[in-house]
């Protein structure tokens, strides 16, 4: 059988469309990709096994091998959407130009599957001990549905879990989490000449702005993390708008707001804080103010410095671990099994037009997926 080239899988991974995208109009699903991508794990050796989990969303869940434990190597197969007209390149097909791959998601990250494809290609299979898991899911871009679900019925027990986004090669161990939330503030609309005639939302919404700042203040006080270059739970107040003219008084106004939590911190937790900090406005402004998340919550994610694992790829990687701020699904493998993000490419292309992964990783990627799956499926 003719396998085919490093090169032509990549290829096959650009060219077939996988957005995902909580706007109807650019979501569809990652079918197609799922089912180019088992063809070439079946040709390869693996036992692949595909799950709808919802209609049109497919994880992919690959076997090389047989035994307990061995190694998971994990990704997501959808993309963000792109933005026209500021592409110089096709973002649906993979384009050779400046010794770099162009194309939605060359790096961030389907070129990934091409690297394991490649890596499993070269070695010698015969004194296997352990399985070699391969892990595609859906929605990591939108709802972290895939890893979810992936988590929640995980078939497998892996001993250890490789995460393939972009770190430039570095391994990462750990990570904060995401949550984010709209607070709508519904006042009652009148006539600006008399006050009394309305409620303002706008004023009941600096009521509520000075204690999310509050709110602020006590995370950085209380919660540090000498890991992070930002040692600290951050809040963000990210967007406002409330009224419609300045000659009416203010009937609606609502605000989006991010924090990104430590790991350690619990979402519930967070929750009750964030419930806690608002709770003497929502007193005093009874069935005015209410939280609604813009998304699912992300928790925070860390794997034990001194785990052996993290020094076993920090020996392969020749580099020690360190932390980021951007989400992963991280923190969802990592409730099967420790888990590293380590992958091609560098993060700052994810989500830009013109996304490519330089050529420069091609050879240290398969050689670094390599010495893992020999250490430990061998």
Request: aromatic share 8%.
């Amino acid at each position: 059988m003719q396998l085919p080239s490093f090169k032509e899988v990549y290829s096959g991974l650009i060219s077939t469309s996988s957005i995902s995208s909580t706007d109807p109009s650019w979501d569809e699903g990652n079918s197609k990709v799922i089912e180019k991508l088992a063809t070439w794990l079946k040709d390869i050796g693996f036992e692949v096994e595909v799950t709808e989990v919802e209609p049109g969303k497919h994880n992919l869940i690959a076997k090389k091998g047989q035994g307990e434990g061995g190694l998971l190597l994990a990704g997501h197969s959808d993309t963000v959407p792109f933005d026209e007209g500021r592409w110089n390149f096709d973002p649906h097909a993979l384009t050779e130009a400046n010794n770099r791959f162009y194309g939605l998601g060359t790096a961030d990250m389907k070129g990934f599957f091409a690297f394991i494809i490649e890596a499993v290609k070269s070695i010698d299979w015969s004194k296997q001990t352990k399985p070699l898991y391969v892990l595609a899911t859906c929605d990591e871009e939108t709802t972290m549905l895939g890893a979810r679900h992936f988590t929640d019925c995980a078939p497998i027990q892996p001993d250890y879990c490789i995460i393939g986004e972009p770190t430039s090669l570095v391994p990462i161990r750990g990570h904060k989490g995401h949550v984010a939330n709209a607070v709508r503030v519904t006042g009652k609309s009148g006539h600006s000449s008399d006050p009394a005639l309305g409620v303002n939302a706008i004023e009941i919404m600096h009521e509520v702005l000075y204690s999310l700042m509050q709110l602020r203040d006590k995370l950085i006080k209380e919660y540090h993390h000498p890991g992070f270059a930002i040692p600290s739970p951050t809040l963000n107040l990210g967007h406002i708008h409330g009224g419609d003219s300045a000659n009416r008084i203010c009937g609606c106004c609502e605000l989006h707001y991010d924090v990104r939590p430590l790991p350690g911190i619990s979402l519930d937790g967070l929750n009750n804080m964030l419930t806690d900090a608002l709770k003497e406005v929502s007193a005093k402004w009874p069935d005015r103010i209410s939280i609604t998340p813009l998304h699912e919550p992300i928790p925070g994610y860390e794997c034990d410095h001194q785990h052996h694992f993290v020094q076993g790829m920090e020996g392969i990687c020749e580099m020690p671990t360190e932390t980021v701020n951007y989400c992963t699904e991280a923190p969802f493998l990592q409730q099967l099994c420790p888990t590293l993000v380590l992958g091609p490419g560098s993060i700052d292309q994810a989500h830009q037009p013109d996304e490519f992964l330089a050529f420069d990783f091609i050879d240290p990627t398969i050689k670094v997926l390599s010495k893992a799956i020999y250490k430990y499926c061998f």
